[in-house]
């Protein structure tokens, strides 16, 4: 762990621990990356590596109690993840390279239900962003030609969970 990456885990559990909302929590821990994200001596460089096949996740911190994690996603040009919301609050901000965050309404009921892509978001290096669940259904590509690292913080212990995944959407998109 870099002395700053130390010094980030110290900022978002103080956050964390003012127990607010989550969207409010989200919004505390959010305002706390973002000083962080330029810093080129963050990560290691064993957190800074990719995988061909996939974005690959690397678990940086879980707090003791459970209560937040914080996780580098690094992404090879293309990699994306498949349309998804997540167990708990998160705040995302990259590090390196540009993401492009599609987020989707999900409407009708039974048969009827598909996902509507809303908003298209392109997030640079140095943005942050933050949402709770309900409404937090996206999908999160690389779109840049070279690596692209985000930071990732979630409200759950990921180094149990595997993954902020609650449940992956496989149901058509249509457009509105």
């Known amino acids: ?3 700053r990456l130390a010094e980030l885990i110290t900022a978002v559990g103080e ?6 909302p989550p969207s409010e929590t989200a919004q505390l ?5 973002r000083p962080f994200l330029l810093d080129p001596d963050l990560l290691p460089d064993e957190y800074r590596v990719g ?5 690959l996740q690397h678990v940086l911190h879980a707090e003791e109690d459970g209560s937040f994690s914080v996780v580098a996603l690094v992404w090879l040009p293309g990699q994306q ?4 919301d997540h167990v708990s609050w998160c705040v995302t901000g990259v590090h ?3 993401e492009l965050e599609r987020r989707y309404d999900l409407r009708g009921a039974g048969e009827t239900l598909h996902l ?3 908003e298209d978001v392109v997030n640079a290096r140095g ?6 669940p309900p409404g937090d259904i996206h999908l999160v590509r690389n779109d840049c030609d070279s690596m692209a690292i985000s930071l990732h913080v979630y409200g759950a212990d990921i180094s149990r969970l595997g993954s902020s995944v609650r449940r992956q959407y496989t149901c058509p998109v249509m457009e509105s």
């Open 1 to 3: 762990m870099t002395p």
């Open 15 to 20: 956050a964390v621990r003012m127990e607010r």
């Open 29 to 33: 821990v959010a305002e706390r990356l």
């Open 51 to 55: 995988d061909p096949d996939h974005y």
């Open 81 to 84: 993840t498949p349309i998804h």
């Open 96 to 98: 390196e390279g540009t």
């Open 116 to 118: 509507v892509p809303v």
């Open 127 to 132: 943005t942050v962003c933050g949402f709770a």
